[in-house]
């Protein structure tokens, strides 16, 4: 079975504060992905990684970077956590169309972040 | 227009009703299909991967209309664990990137 993890269930955080978030996959996938999820507003992709020390934008990229040293571990980073980042975030992985012939994604339980 | 759009719901079923769920989606690049579950408080999960021809996994049977860009979702004989968030999924742009459309999910509660 495909396992992801992430470094905490549940983190509170002042505002101001830089904030890292940690995901390791132990299945050698190509890609990981950063998600914050919301209300009404579904998952929505901040970030993601084909490859080490790569990276591509997403769809709401501002207020966060990431990175990605190794293979297994990518990691998101608020530079200065705000209070409209309060939500919770998902790590994904995929082994990649290339790679397996699929890109179904394979997530992490989750870190409900609340910023104060 | 959304790229991935379904009915939020709720839908209320008793135990043992047949329940559909529809999506449409506005990329007809797109060649990847799934239906995701996820339960309230918790991550996402593949249900399962749709397939031109439609497919079927024990009482769940997804099907996919390319030209009117439609997925469907068929749960027959509804338990009360089956009561989830569904999300409809597709990929972006062919697969170029493998990146994924999630829809904002469609709410089950099966009620006894």
């Known amino acids: 079975d495909v396992k992801v993890t992430q470094s905490s269930r549940y983190l509170v955080k002042r505002t101001g504060e830089k904030v890292f978030l940690e995901c390791v996959q132990d299945?050698?996938?190509?890609?990981m992905f950063w998600y914050r999820q919301d209300p009404g507003l579904g998952l929505r992709l901040i970030y993601f990684?084909?490859?080490?020390?790569?990276?591509e934008k997403g769809d709401i990229p501002e207020g966060y970077s990431v990175s990605r040293e190794k293979k297994e571990r990518f990691s998101l980073i608020l530079e200065s956590a705000s209070t409209n980042q309060t939500s919770m975030y998902l790590c994904?992985?995929?082994?990649?169309?290339?790679?397996?012939?699929?890109?179904?994604?394979?997530f992490g339980p989750g870190t409900r972040l609340t910023v104060l | 227009r959304k790229e991935v759009e379904q009915d939020p719901g709720p839908f209320n079923v008793p135990e043992g009703a047949t329940v559909a769920f529809n999506c449409t989606y506005s990329?007809?690049?797109?060649?990847?299909f799934f239906w995701y579950r996820q339960d309230c408080r918790k991550e996402p999960k593949l249900l399962m991967s749709?397939?031109?021809s439609g497919n079927e996994d024990g009482r769940f049977t997804a099907q996919l209309n390319r030209a009117s860009q439609y997925i469907s979702l068929l749960i027959r004989d509804s338990k009360l664990s089956d009561s989830a968030t569904y999300l409809c999924?597709?990929?972006?742009?062919?697969?170029?990137?493998?990146?994924?459309?999630f829809g904002t999910g469609t709410l089950l509660a099966v009620q006894p």
């Open positions: 999924v597709v990929n972006e742009r062919g697969g170029a990137t493998n990146k994924l459309i």
């Open positions: 299945m050698d996938h190509e890609n």
């Open positions: 749709v397939y031109s």
């Open positions: 990329n007809s690049a797109s060649q990847s």
């Open positions: 990684s084909y490859d080490v020390k790569m990276k």
């Open positions: 994904a992985s995929s082994p990649g169309l290339a790679a397996s012939g699929t890109d179904t994604q394979y």
